[in-house]
């Protein structure tokens, strides 16, 4: 069981990560994400693959210090445009509005983890 003081700790790293990608034009985060090989365990650690082919995500998503149940399921065709989502009451509250971004960012995020931080960053401001 992890202390109050390492979750701080990780909390602390996840967010000097997501700052860092940050930084970068939204455009480029899917090129940034290929080039220093970023996964979905780096963006997301509470998102864990429950599928041997990296297809079904469920776990939670960590923004500004509070996790929210969420799931990635991708088509058997592994396209994220086609990807569909489910998360819990609140964190559908706060996209609620931004359906067609969100659907925006699945078409022209590269991976799993692109689209994650560009949600993410949204989520944060």
Same mark, same amino acid.
Do not use: A, D, G
């Given at each position: 069981m992890m202390g109050v003081a390492t979750r701080a700790c990780a %909390? %602390?790293?996840r967010f000097q990560l997501l700052r860092t990608v940050c930084e &970068?034009? &939204?455009l480029s985060f899917s090129n940034s994400c290929m080039q220093q090989g970023v996964r979905v365990s780096d963006v997301c650690p509470l998102l864990l693959s429950l599928s041997p082919h990296g297809r079904y995500y469920r776990g939670y998503l960590s923004i500004d210090g509070r996790d929210f149940a969420f799931a990635l399921t991708l088509p058997s065709s592994g396209e994220l445009k086609d990807a569909r989502i489910e998360c819990d009451? $609140? $964190?559908a509250q706060m996209l609620r509005g931004k359906e067609a971004l969100l659907q925006k960012l699945l078409q022209e995020s590269e991976d799993e983890a692109s689209f994650l931080m560009k949600l993410k960053q949204i989520l944060l401001y």
């Open positions: %909390r %602390r790293n &970068c034009s &939204c009451w $609140l $964190l």
